[in-house]
Structures are given as structure tokens and as C-alpha cells.
């Protein structure tokens, strides 16, 4: 079954400095895709970045980035630079690709950026 | 460009009522998901729609949840009867390429 863990409820950090939200999963399938979504205290669920299980490469979007280690199953979300404005709650989010779309979240990770 | 839009943005109903959630998706996306999002399980994928065709409705907790898409800019999630433990944060989502998802405001539904 599949399965996606988020071990840090929170986690602080001072503006401009780089911060990694952890994110592990389990899968039987080969093919699956990994995500990243933000929601601010407004509600909104925000996508923030992708990364497939074939991809060779890390995923990059701007100050975001995905640590994805296979061999670990672990696709840990980097900030750089943070800005007040990333504090938020961020939720990892897996997808098999066998058949129908599985999606399953994590619980999520509660990030304050300190001025 | 609108977003995904949701209404109502709040509901609050008396148990054994029926529920209506509506969702109209960004033009063009084929793909539409409602979410439940609560404290004690946190977001659940409940059903998705390709091309107006759903795909997968095992998250859809019990018959009392149904969901329909009769055109492609307009969806709804119904609950009947309501229950208090149906009280949850409802969203909706679509998507072009079922990758990157864009969601609506969400629906707070308080059952009361």
C-alpha cells in the first residue's frame, strides 16, 4: 500500500537561510509521481513542484527544489532563501501511475520563518 | 484568467439535510478532483473526473456521497443525508495534465 510520511509538525527557520521538509514514501509501483503543496493560513492549497520517478534530475522552481533519493525513498522539499511569506503548512503528496490516479498526502509540516 | 471556483465558500446545515458542494474548473482542464480535508484525517482525494468521466471514486467515504459532472465547467459533490462527522473543509481541484492541480478556495461545511 502506499504510504507517505512527514516526521517534522513543525519546523522553524531565519529569513534568507535554506530549510528541507522532510518527505518519505512507500510504493510498490515503479512508476509514481512525488508533490509538494503549500497552504497558507488563508486556506488555499498551493502546487509548488513535481517530480516523477523516472526523472534523472532534481526538480527545480525557483527557490524550490526536490532532494529525491530513490534508492532512500525520500523526496525532501528545500526552500532557499526563505521569506516570511513561506510560512505556511506544506504537504507532500504521492501519485501511482497503475491504472487509475492514486493520490495520498502527508500530514503536513508547519513551517514559521522568523524575522 | 479565473480560478477554480467553489461555492458555497460556507455551509452550515442541520444533520439529515442534503448538502450541495458546486465546483466550475479552470476551462480547458480535463481533469477534476474533490478533496476532504479534516484535523483528524487530513486531505483525502475522494473522486476524480477525466473529461467529465469518473475515474476513481474509491476515497468516497460511504453512499451518502455522490458526486456528478454533467459538462465539463461544472461539478458537484452531494451529501445526503448529512451527518456531523461530514464536517470538513471540501476542495476542489482541476488540472491540464493531472500533475500540477489547481484548487478552488474550498468549502467549510459545519453539520450541525
Known amino acids: 500500500a502506499q504510504k507517505i510520511t512527514q516526521t517534522q509538525p513543525g519546523m522553524f527557520v531565519q529569513e534568507k537561510e535554506a530549510v528541507t521538509l522532510d518527505c518519505t514514501y512507500d510504493?510498490?509501483?515503479?512508476?509514481?509521481?512525488l508533490f509538494w503543496y503549500k497552504q497558507p493560513s488563508s486556506g488555499e492549497m498551493i502546487f509548488l513542484i513535481y517530480?516523477?520517478?523516472?526523472?534523472?534530475q532534481n526538480a527545480t522552481e525557483g527557490r524550490y527544489s526536490l532532494n529525491f533519493q530513490k534508492a532512500r525513498k525520500s523526496a525532501n522539499l528545500v526552500i532557499s532563501a526563505s521569506q516570511l511569506g513561506d510560512s505556511a503548512m506544506y504537504f507532500c503528496?504521492?501519485?501511482?501511475?497503475?491504472?487509475?490516479?492514486?493520490?495520498?498526502f502527508g500530514t503536513g509540516t508547519r513551517l514559521k520563518v522568523l524575522a | 484568467d479565473a480560478g477554480v471556483i467553489q461555492s458555497p465558500r460556507h455551509e452550515v446545515t442541520e444533520m439529515g439535510q442534503e448538502v450541495t458542494l458546486r465546483c466550475k474548473p479552470i476551462?480547458?482542464?480535463?481533469?477534476l478532483f474533490w478533496y476532504r480535508q479534516t484535523m483528524m484525517r487530513g486531505l483525502e482525494l475522494l473522486i476524480y473526473f477525466n473529461n467529465n468521466v469518473p475515474i476513481d471514486d474509491s476515497g468516497m467515504p460511504e453512499d451518502r456521497f455522490s458526486a456528478k459532472m454533467p459538462n465539463a465547467s461544472f461539478s458537484t459533490l452531494k451529501i445526503q443525508p448529512s451527518e456531523p462527522r461530514d464536517s470538513a473543509v471540501y476542495f476542489c481541484a482541476s488540472s491540464l495534465d493531472a500533475i500540477e492541480q489547481f484548487f478552488g478556495p474550498g468549502t467549510r461545511l459545519t453539520v450541525l
Open positions: 503528496a504521492m501519485r501511482d501511475s497503475s491504472g487509475t490516479y492514486k493520490y495520498i
Open positions: 510504493t510498490s509501483d515503479p512508476s509514481y509521481g
Open positions: 476551462s480547458g482542464h480535463d481533469y
Open positions: 517530480q516523477g520517478s523516472y526523472d534523472q
